[in-house]
């Protein structure tokens, strides 16, 4: 089973208009969680990173939300433009020991923006 | 120019041929990464290597060979023996293979025809 699941699995919005993802983690202990956009063919790019004590972190119209004792976080898209429409993946950092960290990968949610 | 590059962008094979997948980083990162994505699925690890001439096995490594003779190459062969090779292939590196952020080249998409 997947330790990270992410909802919707896709969505379609107007553009101008505010959307939120979801992430549901299992993983722990837990380091970190990353949300990386990814357009159509290309590799994922980082937007946030929070660790345990953050819970809340914007880049530009991204604003993502950790809640770490729920194993919960959102990325919220504000005013959003059709170059928002990619896809969009959790991934959360576990640690397994000292030093020695895995990723876990969630399947990710594909948004769409529309004219 | 830093950066992370894959080649080529597409690539056919004929069922029973070996493939190689090239990934090049100018960024001086010791840890070095093969991923594989599937539609519907997140990413999965097939190899990693934290420094020259060591490397790891991933989730699914079987059917899959790598090599880490220099820092900034880490070419990924798929091989004959793996059974369903179509995919999007990612290399990705990072600075120090733990918890830092880990850098996407533009992936391979193979295709098995």
């Known amino acids: 089973k997947n330790q990270v699941e992410q909802s919707p699995q896709s969505l379609i919005i107007l553009e101008g208009k505010n959307c939120t993802l979801q992430c549901n983690y299992t993983v722990s202990p837990f380091s970190n969680l990353r949300w990386y956009k990814q357009d159509t063919g290309r590799g994922p790019v980082s937007l946030t990173i929070m660790t345990f004590s953050e819970n809340t972190k914007s880049n530009g119209r991204y604003t993502a939300t950790l809640d770490a004792d729920t194993k919960q976080s959102s990325l919220h898209i504000t005013a959003s433009q059709l170059s928002d429409s990619a896809s969009y993946i959790c991934v959360v950092t576990g640690v397994l020991r000292s030093n020695d960290y895995k990723l876990s990968f969630g399947a990710g949610t594909t948004v769409t923006v529309r004219a | 120019d830093g950066g992370i590059t894959q080649s080529p962008k597409y690539l056919f094979r004929k069922e029973g041929q070996n493939v190689t997948l090239s990934c090049e980083q100018n960024?001086?990162?010791?840890?070095m990464y093969w991923y594989r994505q599937d539609p519907g699925q997140g990413l999965r690890l097939i190899y990693y290597s934290q420094i020259v001439n060591d490397f790891q096995k991933g989730d699914i490594a079987e059917g899959y060979s790598v090599s880490r003779e220099k820092k900034e190459s880490f070419p990924l062969t798929v091989t004959s023996a793996q059974k369903n090779p179509t995919a999007f292939y990612l290399c990705?590196?990072?600075?120090?293979?733990?918890?830092?952020?880990?850098?996407f080249g533009p992936g391979t998409r193979l295709t098995v025809l």
């Open positions: 990705a590196s990072s600075l120090d293979g733990g918890r830092g952020e880990q850098f």
């Open positions: 960024l001086n990162h010791d840890a």
